[in-house]
């Protein structure tokens, strides 16, 4: 995947969380729910869990989605995810709404707009979540460099890893 196919990706991800988001609070009344800490909850609790739960998903992504299809039947990597997404939620919502990805936190903090919210929560919910998959990507790499580097070359979704950067 290019660079720039990256961000048209990202652009598409966020774009459409925002019309869901907006879509949601039409669909309510108006009403919306804000990002932020649970109740009982600071900050740094809210920050964690969304750190830890994105790369929780993230690393379970890369390990199911991107595994040879021999070695991985494709049938259950949705469930997989989902069951992820599932435990994620349940996991981190109480402490932080369990959003996990920055194209959601931006969806819902765009429809919270309406309300007199503030879209600069969802930058900051978006630092723990990118640097959780960033923490995942390398991880995956560092586990499955050669697997990994193969893999990419196959379905063009990776970049390449090659010798002198591993």
């Not at 991107?66 to 997404?85: E, H, N, R």
């Not at 429809?111 to 990507?137: C, D, H, M, R, W």
């Not at 586990?143 to 990776?158: F, H, M, R």
């Amino acid at each position: 995947m290019t660079s720039k196919d990256a961000c048209f990706y990202a652009l598409a991800q966020i774009g459409g969380a925002i019309f869901a988001g907006l879509t949601y609070s039409g669909a309510h009344g108006a009403d919306s729910f804000p990002l932020g800490p649970g109740e009982g909850f600071g900050w740094g609790a809210c920050l964690t869990v969304e750190a830890i739960f994105t790369f929780v998903l993230c690393m379970t992504v890369l390990c199911v989605a991107l595994q040879d299809a021999k070695t991985q039947p494709s049938q259950y990597v949705a469930f997989i995810i989902g069951s992820c997404v599932t435990a994620g939620g349940y996991a981190a919502g109480p402490i932080s709404g369990g959003s996990l990805n920055p194209a959601v936190s931006c969806g819902i903090a765009a429809a919270q707009l309406i309300n007199g919210g503030y879209f600069y929560k969802a930058i900051i919910y978006s630092i723990p979540e990118v640097l959780g998959g960033l923490v995942a990507a390398g991880l995956y790499r560092t586990l499955y460099g050669e697997e990994a580097n193969k893999q990419a070359k196959a379905d063009s979704l990776l970049p390449s890893v090659s010798k002198s950067s591993a």
